[in-house]
């Protein structure tokens, strides 16, 4: 039997600043601000631009596979106001994130995030047993741009996102 070690990430509440290292948090603006960059930053050239609502179902808060995409900017946020978490890491041009750079934040329901072109990322999580959210990517971004690092493979690690404010966490 082979062993491997389960890492708990607590996450951290999500601000522009501590999430700027992997993308932008978009939060609500007056209507009439003009372009700046507080706005999505997008790189969907590469193809077909895709925004789509999808219905996620709860998997639990463990995961041992990342993953990201290299050819596009990839925006989510969960409808009806709904708090959720990611696990993140820098993007690189290395072949595999350093598990050690892997963090999570708690992403409220009032604002929506973009990653950065070769973000690493593992999400969404939330308790609800399903929740709506949108997504914005290219059309084929999950066949031909989806680069997943399977952590426990690679690195003998799994890991599991838990809060205060996750019901059965530690």
Do not use: G, Q, R
């Given at each position: 039997m082979e062993t491997y070690l389960l890492l708990k990430l607590r996450p951290h509440l999500i601000t522009l600043e501590s999430f700027q290292p992997f993308g932008q948090v978009i939060f609500a603006c007056p209507d009439d601000q003009p372009y700046g960059d507080r706005d999505a930053q997008l790189q969907l050239q590469n193809g077909t631009p895709r925004f789509h609502i999808m219905r996620r179902h709860n998997r639990g808060f463990k995961f041992n596979h990342i993953t990201r995409h290299q050819r596009c900017t990839q925006c989510l946020g969960a409808l009806e106001g709904q708090e959720w978490f990611m696990a993140v890491a820098p993007p690189g041009e290395a072949a595999t994130p350093n598990w050690e750079d892997i963090i999570a934040f708690r992403i409220p329901g009032n604002c929506f995030i973009k990653l950065h072109l070769g973000t690493w990322h593992a999400g969404p999580y939330f308790e609800q047993s399903t929740i709506d959210f949108y997504s914005l990517e290219l059309s084929d971004?999950?066949?031909?741009?989806?680069?997943?690092?399977?952590?426990l493979e690679t690195y003998g690690v799994d890991f599991e996102i838990v809060s205060d404010s996750i019901k059965g966490s530690v």
């Open positions: 971004t999950n066949v031909v741009d989806h680069h997943t690092c399977n952590l």
